[in-house]
């Protein structure tokens, strides 16, 4: 073999010097150096470079920069851990649902049937950062699906409030999540609730954009009348299914749904029993805006008694056929 | 409510924040910039992580992200520019005092620091953080054989500094201090 000339050896003698030279470069090299002096010179420049190169690898940087930076870091990453959010979109019933959740509770619920989805712009507004994450998701998705089965009678998710616009519109989120399973108040009952009788409509538009649909049950509000005036939007269709979901009677009139009230049992605000629809001391049932329950179960299971006068134990409703 | 475990991310800055924090010191010589691009690099992965894309060597794979960042970091010709004026006001690096004062180790950082960006990454990936170059090729965006002769003309540039100033003392040349 010719000896390469010293320009080209001189890789192998960087890669010899590293320990990195395969045996052809080995070979090569062995064979140069054995005449070249000057290139002999160089390898053992080239190992020196080497042997330098460790106080390179062990310099120090200062380690009140580096706790510096590693502080920020971790404050940077629990600012980000707030930030994200998971979700996943659930086929049901009512559609495709989005269900997402942070650290602290499930932040929104979103039908995505009829108008372009709100949420990016939604949690883009907030800082937040989505991520898709259905194994995440599956626990809520259980619960979901139970819950529209009817199989359970709450979705006892805990929630994050920060997609509320306002206190106003939290008070009024709060109100509605004591309503109970299987019962429903009018838009009046929860402008009283909050101490603003007045803002009846300001109620219903806390309503109208409650981020976390079905967890914090405001299908459960409807006019005062019986009427279910509005959903979500315009999805009226859906109150009614959740309604009927939890055995609230509601029946089809022109075109539009209407709680059965004559129905259903009454509960005057702050009494601990409830009574028939015909019952004398639920006279207030016109004045008083009432809880009003779809079965003597429902208002049972809320922790409210018969009354003693009505006795709605030994005559209850006929349960109405439902369309 | 179930909570993703942070535990297998934390594991990660604490084995490697360090590390990648003294790469980025040394590559861009100024501590403020390896404080913002290391915790770029985390937070970045953290993304990746929370959304299960965190692939297999871990290590690898956060000084792929730094090198992306810092690299993005000095595209602009602006910012070389800026860089340059930083490498001249290194913050970690000690002054240089003439030739034949200076130790070996601050004539190797002041030519690591003037290497172009690409051989300055392959070098430090390879001599001090000890990857192989195929990991070094895959961090760089080019071939192992790229990396290689990347991390050869760096070094080649280190031989020729240090036989430079050997010669300059042995020699008494014009640069080293004469008395007074």
């Known amino acids: 073999m010719k000896p390469l000339d010293c320009a080209r050896i001189e890789t192998d003698l960087a890669a010899v010097a590293a320990d990195e030279g395969n045996a052809a470069a080995q070979r090569r090299v062995s064979a140069h150096i054995e005449h070249c002096e000057a290139c002999r010179a160089m390898l053992d420049d080239y190992r020196n470079v080497e042997s330098e190169l460790a106080a390179l690898r062990e310099r120090r940087v200062d380690p009140g920069h580096l706790g510096q930076a590693r502080e920020r870091l971790e404050a940077g990453l629990a600012d980000l851990r707030r930030r994200i959010v998971r979700y996943a979109i659930f086929a049901s019933p009512l559609g495709n649902v989005l269900v997402a959740r942070t650290e602290m509770g499930v932040v929104l619920v979103e039908y995505l049937r009829g108008h372009a989805a709100r949420w990016p712009a939604m949690l883009e507004a907030e800082g937040l950062e989505p991520i898709e994450d259905e194994a995440e998701l599956s626990s809520l998705h259980r619960d979901f699906g139970n819950y529209l089965a009817g199989r359970s009678r709450q979705l006892d998710w805990p929630v994050d409030w920060r997609l509320v616009r306002s206190d106003f519109q939290r008070e009024v989120l709060k109100a509605t999540a004591a309503i109970p399973y299987g019962a429903v108040v009018s838009y009046k009952r929860v402008a009283r609730e909050i101490g603003q009788p007045k803002a009846v409509r300001a109620v219903a538009q806390a309503l109208r954009h409650n981020p976390v649909a079905i967890a914090i049950p405001c299908h459960r509000v409807i006019g005062s009348e019986g009427t279910l005036v509005g959903y979500a939007g315009g999805k009226t269709d859906l109150k009614e299914k959740l309604l009927s979901v939890e055995g609230v009677p509601v029946e089809r009139a022109r075109g539009d749904y209407r709680v059965a009230r004559d129905s259903m049992y009454v509960l005057v605000p702050g009494d601990t029993e409830y009574c028939l629809p015909s019952c004398p001391s639920a006279e207030t049932l016109r004045s008083g805006w009432p809880t009003l329950f779809g079965s003597r179960e429902r208002a049972e299971s809320a922790g409210y008694r018969p009354c003693t006068t009505c006795r709605p134990d030994l005559h209850p409703l006929v349960p109405r056929r439902m369309p | ?180």
Not at chain 2, 105 to 112: A, N, P
Not at chain 2, 120 to 146: M, W
Request: hydrophobic letters at 40%; charged letters at 30%.
């Open chain 2, 1 to 180: 409510m179930v909570v993703v475990s942070d535990e297998g991310f934390q594991y990660l800055v604490v084995e490697h924040h360090g590390e990648i924090y003294r790469y980025l010191v040394r590559i861009t010589g100024r501590s403020t910039d390896a404080d913002d691009l290391s915790q770029e690099t985390f937070l970045r992965a953290f993304r990746a992580y929370a959304s299960g894309k965190l692939c297999g060597d871990a290590r690898a794979w956060l000084f792929a992200i730094a090198t992306n960042l810092m690299r993005n970091h000095f595209r602009s010709q602006k910012r070389r520019q800026r860089a340059h004026d930083a490498m001249m006001m290194r913050d970690v690096a000690t002054e240089p005092d003439g030739a034949s004062g200076r130790e070996v180790g601050e004539i190797i950082e002041e030519v690591v620091a003037e290497l172009p960006l690409k051989q300055r990454a392959a070098f430090l990936q390879r001599k001090v953080h000890g990857f192989e170059y195929d990991t070094i090729a895959k961090n760089l965006g080019c071939s192992p054989d790229s990396a290689r002769a990347n991390v050869f003309q760096a070094t080649k540039k280190i031989r020729r500094a240090l036989d430079g100033s050997a010669k300059r003392v042995d020699g008494k040349s014009s640069h080293a201090k004469e008395g007074p």
